[in-house]
T-cell receptor, first 116, second 111 residues
């Protein structure tokens, strides 16, 4: 089954304790993204990657890091989480439209993060 | 990034009724996508549109790519309780590799 998976689905942590949220897709997509979703603000892009070793900032990158060492994986790293990073996080992937792929983007199930 | 305008923000409808929502952009788009999100879950792609004027159906859902290429519409016919959720639009403009998103329409179906 074609899908985007994220782990963990729920995470409660304390300020300053480094954490990583994993994301994996099995559709051989070039393009992957991380979003956060907050009430009243909608989906905001944190980082995106157009291919292996190619990453770029989205709209709200402060406090986050990403890496893309393999095509299928795109982990999100919070080096020193703070309470304002409490949010619902989504990973997403799609093929490269500039290489003839479609713009159809698929989302993971989400990670609910609480930072106390 | 660019934000799309979705209206209305929330809708309460009687089971069996049709419901329509729209999404507008200040710039011309080449692609429109419609998603549904259930509480605590990720958005699920419902319909993708690629040509101005295109009308595409997926079961009781029908979406249209506006002629001006600055808007799109989603219609749900004969609503049922499981249609409850948030419906998002997303779009891509020429030369832009990133998708823009609307903030979503909350649909509540009253049995």
């Amino acid at each position: 089954e074609a899908q985007v998976t994220q782990n963990p689905r729920y995470l409660i942590t304390v300020t300053g304790k480094k954490l990583t949220v994993t994301c994996s897709q099995n559709m051989n997509h070039e393009y992957m993204s991380w979003y956060r979703q907050d009430p009243g603000l909608g989906l905001r892009q944190i980082y995106y990657s157009m291919n292996v070793e190619v990453t770029d900032k989205g709209d709200v990158p402060e406090g986050y890091k990403v890496s893309r060492k393999e095509k299928r994986n795109f982990p999100l790293i919070l080096e020193s989480p703070s309470p304002n990073q409490t949010s619902l996080y989504f990973c997403a992937s799609r093929s490269d439209p500039f290489a003839g792929g479609a713009y159809e983007q698929y989302f993971g199930p989400g990670t609910r993060l609480t930072v106390t | 990034g660019q934000q799309l305008n979705q209206s209305p923000q929330s809708m309460f409808i009687q089971e069996g009724e049709d419901v329509s929502m729209n999404c507008t952009s200040s710039s011309i788009f080449n692609t429109w996508l419609w998603y549904k999100q259930d509480p605590g879950e990720g958005p699920v792609l419902l319909i993708a549109l690629y040509k101005a004027g295109e009308l595409t159906s997926n079961g009781r859902l029908t979406a249209q790519f506006g002629i001006t290429r600055k808007d799109s519409f989603l219609n749900i016919s004969a609503s049922i309780p499981s249609d409850v959720g948030i419906y998002f639009c997303a779009g891509q403009s020429r030369g832009n590799n990133r998708l823009a998103f609307g903030k979503g329409n909350q649909v509540v179906v009253i049995p």
